[in-house]
Each structure stands twice: as C-alpha cells, then as structure tokens.
C-alpha cells in the first residue's frame, strides 16, 4: 500500500490567494482527519470524515477554511483567501473502523504551506 | 476532558544511553494511549498503542511504554539510544466514549549525540 498521499509537499502562495491541498487516504480506510501543526499551537485537528461525511468541523479555524470529500478515496482543504497566518504544515490522516483499532491514524507526509 | 502533558520539550542523550519520555495523561475513562513518532519533513508514525490489554507496550524499533494507572503516566523507553532515533516524539490520547479525536501533547525532541 502506498499510504496517505497528500498533493501538493509544498506550497509557496502570497496572501489573498485561494490555497487548495489534497489527500488520498488509504484503501479502505473510512476515516479521514485533516490536521494542522504549527511551533506555537502544535499539532490541532481541523476535521474529521466519516465516509465522507464531515463529523466534527469544531477545528476549522474560520470560514475561510473550507474541506470536503466527494469520495471515499480523495480530500480537500481550500483555504480563500489566504493569511499569512495561515503558513503552517497541514496533514492528513486515515484510519478504519474494521481490523485495526480504529483509533489508530496513518499520517500522510503532510504539506508544508507558506503564505507571504 | 482528556489531555496529555509530556513533560519535557527536549531531551538529550548519548547514542547507547537509555531514552525515557515522560508523559502523564488525564482521562474521564479508561483511555487509549499512543506514542507517535514524527523525524524531519516527515509525517507521523505510530509507535506503540495501550488499549487496556497489557500495561507493558512494546513498540517498534525496541521502544516500549508502560501504562500506570496509579500514576497516570505513559513513560516511553528505550535501552540503547541509536542515532536515527532522534525524532519528535508525541504522547497521545483517545477516549472512545468522546470522539473518534486524536488528543496529542505537545511533543518532545530527541536529540541522540555520538
């Protein structure tokens, strides 16, 4: 298995632009979280799907911040308009409800954004 | 509500010297815990996981942790520090009475020195 991918690694954009990042869970997982890490906040859940459908939007920092997932195999997180406050790495991670505990998350490689 | 503090942002040992993370967790209920690993420009990778089966966890790349419930701590160790250890390291909580959330601490660096 190939793992979470997550498109694009790294992202350079100027503030006001609409920013769009990607993810494609594992096969079969039907949990999916975006998570964003910065120094000063750490690692904080944005949201959560559960096939497909959002569960827990409480982490979404504003309404700039916009996720969805038209399927069981792809994510996005669209940010519109862009902050430079927003200059954060952004991960996305999947985990399933059969076999393995479902708690148990597989981290993508994470998309690192920056915002000028 | 459920919380993890790892109470050292950094620590630093000698390759071939014994590693101990602390971590001390708060839960309403019986939790589960993790160690999550995560190296430079990487994503996360679980370590070990305590779901209430044994207390004693062992962990990939010889690490292990033990759960004390007396103590509500989650110390993560190691018997030989190597090089490729140095990491951050997160100490996580979940509690499935809740949510499906993912609670993390906020890490920890390993530093290992030759």
């Known amino acids: 298995d190939a793992g979470v991918i997550q498109s694009p690694r790294h992202e350079v954009t100027e503030m006001g632009q609409e920013v769009t990042l990607r993810c494609k869970p594992i096969?079969?997982?039907?949990?999916l979280f975006w998570y964003r890490q910065t120094m000063m906040r750490g690692l904080e859940l944005l949201i959560y799907?559960?096939?497909?459908?959002?569960?827990?939007d409480s982490g979404m920092p504003e309404d700039r911040f916009s996720a969805k997932m038209p399927n069981a195999s792809f994510s996005t997180l669209k940010i519109q308009p862009s902050e430079p406050r927003d200059s954060a790495v952004y991960f996305c991670?999947?985990?399933?409800?059969?076999?393995?505990?479902?708690?148990?998350?597989?981290f993508g490689p994470g998309t690192r954004l920056t915002v000028l | 509500a459920q919380s993890v503090t790892q109470l050292d942002s950094h620590v630093s040992v000698s390759e071939g010297t014994p590693v101990l993370l602390r971590c001390n967790y708060s839960?309403?209920?019986?939790?589960?815990l993790f160690w999550y690993v995560q190296h430079p420009n990487k994503g996360l990778q679980l370590l070990l996981k305590?779901?209430?089966?044994?207390?004693l966890v062992k962990g990939i790349n010889g690490f292990e942790a033990e759960f004390k419930k007396s103590e509500t701590s989650f110390h993560l160790t190691k018997p030989s520090a190597h090089m490729s250890d140095a990491a951050e390291y997160f100490c996580?909580?979940?509690?499935?009475?809740?949510?499906?959330?993912?609670?993390f601490g906020t890490g920890t660096r390993l530093q290992v020195f030759p």
């Open positions: 096969s079969g997982h039907d949990y």
């Open positions: 799907f559960n096939n497909n459908v959002p569960i827990d």
């Open positions: 305590y779901t209430s089966a044994a207390t």
């Open positions: 839960s309403s209920y019986s939790p589960s």
């Open positions: 996580v909580v979940s509690d499935p009475s809740n949510t499906d959330k993912l609670i």
């Open positions: 991670a999947s985990s399933w409800t059969s076999g393995d505990p479902r708690d148990t998350q597989y």
